[in-house]
């Protein structure tokens, strides 16, 4: 059973930075992906960031993201980070982290695939 546990959410101002960390324990999968999603009150959850963690390499972001959020992997410590910086209010939201299968050699983006997930961490960026 996969168990994902994250940390490093909090509070900021627009203009901040914030480093989420997932710990993955009893990876299940050859070749699979991490990701990091987030979801707003009142909206669907979106893909932000995800990465090959086993079995090859790439990195994908949502456009939103792109050029401000860098997703890494430390397979040695079982980590995912996700670092966030120049962070806007539209950026506040539950972040999670969640584990699934590769597509097609590719890490999707679409939540439904992924069939592991942690609680979540709470960001919120201030205005």
């Known amino acids: 059973q996969v168990q994902l546990e994250e940390s490093g959410g909090g509070s900021v101002q627009a203009g901040g930075s914030l480093r989420l960390s997932c710990v993955v324990s009893?990876?299940?999968?050859?070749?699979?992906?991490v990701g990091w999603f987030r979801q707003a009150p009142g909206k669907e959850r979106e893909g932000v960031a995800t990465?090959?963690?086993?079995?090859?390499?790439?990195?994908y972001y949502s456009d939103s993201v792109k050029g401000r959020f860098t997703i890494s992997r430390d397979n040695a410590k079982n980590t995912v980070y996700l670092q966030m910086n120049s962070l806007k209010p539209e950026d506040t939201a539950m972040y999670y982290c969640?584990?699934?299968?590769?597509?097609?050699?590719?890490?999707?983006?679409?939540?439904?695939?992924?069939?592991?997930w942690g609680q979540g961490t709470q960001v919120t960026v201030s205005s």
């Open positions: 969640a584990v699934g299968g590769l597509i097609a050699t590719r890490c999707g983006m679409a939540a439904k695939p992924y069939p592991y």
């Open positions: 009893s990876y299940v999968y050859s070749t699979g992906c």
């Open positions: 990465t090959v963690y086993t079995g090859g390499s790439g990195t």
